[in-house]
């Protein structure tokens, strides 16, 4: 073993640097390992709830927190491409369609923590929500508009429907900013939260914008 002029150790026989190795268990290892950092929220809920620590209301907490990561989760996938753009990096598109699914998942329990601690079913008061409360109605929308994104997230979803694909899954801009909506018009003060949510989207969906002029603008010119 040496240490060269950067200060990293490295074999001489094997040419094996420990920089190698963690490159090396990050590409075997890495969608596990999002994988099981996307279980964290769900795991320190339940954690949370056999300690007794989800506060005076426990209701609230948990429909919250589950709110928070889907639309956390959300902005994070829809951040995979200009990601993979700005570091010239196809890897990152491995983790796509794993956290799209997370987000829709967290979105599903997200709704059922309402339907079910919330208004225990009760269909009538359910109905009322949806017509009386913008705010319900925009995040059923979302999570209607993400519905057929996660029952197309398959490999052969993308082979049968081709173009169309394309298309059905540009449905994660609107589902977004009815989830950003949700958010904001569900706070009654401090807006501060969402409006940093609605930032975050406001750059993400910006940069695929100027994107898309600068491709015309090369094919014009061209
Ligand atoms: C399926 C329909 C949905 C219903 C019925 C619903 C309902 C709710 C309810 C009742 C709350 C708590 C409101 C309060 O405490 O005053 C909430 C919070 C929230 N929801 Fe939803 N939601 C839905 C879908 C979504 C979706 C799709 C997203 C994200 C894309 C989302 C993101 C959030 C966020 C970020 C919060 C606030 C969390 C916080 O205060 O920290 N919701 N939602």
Not at 1 to 23: E, F, H, N, Q
Request: glycine share 8%; net charge positive; aromatic share 14%.
């Amino acid at each position: 073993m040496r240490r060269d002029d950067k200060g990293v150790m490295g074999d001489d026989s094997a040419g094996l640097y420990p920089a190698d190795i963690v490159t090396y268990l990050w590409s075997r290892f890495s969608r596990y390992t999002v994988f099981l950092l996307c279980l964290l929220p769900l795991a320190r809920l339940f954690a949370l709830g056999l300690g007794h620590g989800l506060g005076v209301n426990p209701i609230e907490f948990v429909t919250r927190s589950l709110g928070t990561w889907t639309l956390s989760l959300l902005l994070i996938t829809l951040a995979i491409t200009p990601l993979r753009r700005l570091t010239g990096d196809g890897r990152w598109l491995r983790y796509r369609r794993m956290l799209g699914l997370f987000a829709f998942s967290y979105g599903v329990l997200h709704l059922t923590a309402y339907l079910w601690l919330d208004q225990f079913f009760d269909w009538m008061a359910i109905f009322k929500d949806l017509y009386k409360r913008p705010f319900i109605t925009a995040g059923m929308a979302a999570l209607l508009m993400l519905a057929p994104l996660a029952l197309t997230s398959n490999d052969r979803s993308v082979r049968v429907l081709k173009r169309n694909w394309l298309r059905l899954h540009r449905l994660v801009y609107p589902a977004a900013i009815c989830g950003v909506l949700h958010y904001y018009w569900l706070v009654k003060q401090d807006v501060t939260l969402p409006v940093i949510y609605a930032a975050v989207l406001a750059v993400l969906l910006g940069v695929r914008l100027w994107w898309r002029r600068q491709k015309q603008a090369t094919k014009k010119a061209g």
